[in-house]
Antibody
């Protein structure tokens, strides 16, 4: 079964850091672009970052550039999101997702992990 | 304020046909494919339509998509109670060099 399982979410103070992980199973991670998408409480979806198959190309939404880093370890079938200098507005459910077709396409989603930035 | 504009809500009765619109610009919808996602309450989104009008396997043909110029539409025919969910459109934006989503439309089945 194709599956993505996120972990690493939690409560962090403003200015703090958190590293999200996503474990992939049921498919060969190294053949897919991957991404992170977030959803603030009661709000819509927001694309956060994309990374290509070997990690050499990375794209970010402007609001996280310079603070977040997307990375992957294909040998461990894992995707990561390092989040630094966290702000209250980063509070959201973060979904790991597998790209399908075009950059805006996703055919497999994780169940999400919740990040809360609050003092 | 989302780059792609969707009505915040829509509704219909069982069996009815409902259409949800997604309006953008020449830098996104006007120059790329539109994808649609369905998000049932408390769950992760699910791909509903890709490349404007294509359905992934397993998606009923009651769901259909279309695009014209800088706008796109998702139509749901034969409305069912289980269609009650949030629906999001998505596209690539050349100006922003990123993926943009609509604000979402909450569909209520009366």
């Amino acid at each position: 079964e194709v599956q993505l399982v996120e972990s690493g979410g939690g409560l962090v103070q403003p200015g703090g850091s958190l590293r999200l992980s996503c474990a992939a199973s049921g498919f060969t991670l190294s053949t897919y672009w991957m991404k992170w998408v977030r959803q603030a409480p009661g709000k819509g979806l927001e694309w956060v970052a994309n990374v290509n198959q070997d990690g050499s190309e990375k794209y970010y939404v402007d609001s996280v550039k310079g603070r977040f880093t997307i990375s992957r370890d294909n040998a461990k079938n894992s995707l990561y999101l390092q989040m630094n200098s966290l702000r209250a507005e980063d509070t959201a459910v973060y979904y790991c997702a597998r790209r399908f077709g075009d950059p805006q396409g996703v055919d497999v989603w994780g169940q999400g992990t919740t990040v809360t930035v609050s003092s | 304020q989302s780059v792609l504009t969707q009505p915040p809500s829509a509704s219909g009765t069982p069996g009815q046909r409902v259409t949800i619109t997604c309006s953008g610009s020449s830098s996104n919808i006007g120059s790329t494919f539109v994808y649609w996602y369905q998000q049932l309450p408390g769950t992760a989104p699910k791909l509903l339509i890709y490349r404007n009008d294509q359905r992934p396997s397993g998606v009923p043909d009651r769901f259909s998509g279309s695009k014209s110029g800088t706008s796109a539409s998702l139509a749901i025919s034969g409305l069912r109670s289980e269609d009650e969910a949030d629906y999001y459109c998505a596209a690539w934006d050349d100006s922003l060099s990123g993926v943009v989503f609509g604000g979402g439309t909450k569909l209520t089945v009366l």
